[in-house]
């Protein structure tokens, strides 16, 4: 595949993201902060962004395992999912912790589960999506080209 192939199929991609909910304008802003001086800017903090929700899922599994469930535990763990999700722009898993945090505040065991469930689901494919971007971005820059914006 040619260079301009691929700057397309990456503005494509990018902008399906957005069009199916997966990231909003924050994400955009994210992109706008990266520059010469750090070009590997959005891929460093979306990585970072990773590892902390994958311990924060861990965490959420664990919590609700217990036999008796600690729900501002978890409503603080949700919130910090929630606020690091929309800080990246990962909409759909931020709508969902506001769900989630809905039921900590009903206290509804199932409810939570069933949203662990539904953010696990969605985190693994803003993942994926994301690392599959970066990926495209890479295969631009190894054979010279730049990133569209």
Request: proline letters at 1%; charged letters at 25%.
């Amino acid at each position: 595949m040619d260079l301009v192939q691929l700057q397309r199929q990456l503005v494509d991609y990018r902008t399906s993201l957005y069009h199916e909910g997966f990231l909003d304008e924050q994400f955009t802003q994210l992109q706008e902060l990266q520059d010469e001086n750090n070009p590997d800017f959005v891929v460093e903090v979306v990585s970072l962004y990773f590892e902390d929700s994958e311990r924060l899922l861990n965490e959420l599994s664990k919590a609700l395992e217990q036999q008796i469930i600690d729900f501002k535990r978890i409503d603080a763990h949700v919130h910090q999912l929630k606020g690091s999700s929309s800080s990246i722009g990962a909409q759909r898993v931020q709508k969902l912790c506001i769900v989630f945090r809905n039921y900590c505040e009903a206290q509804n065991v199932e409810g939570c589960l069933k949203c662990l469930q539904q953010v696990k689901h969605e985190y693994s494919i803003v993942k994926t999506k994301l690392e599959s971007m970066f990926q495209l971005e890479r295969q631009i820059l190894n054979a010279g080209g730049s990133v569209p914006v």
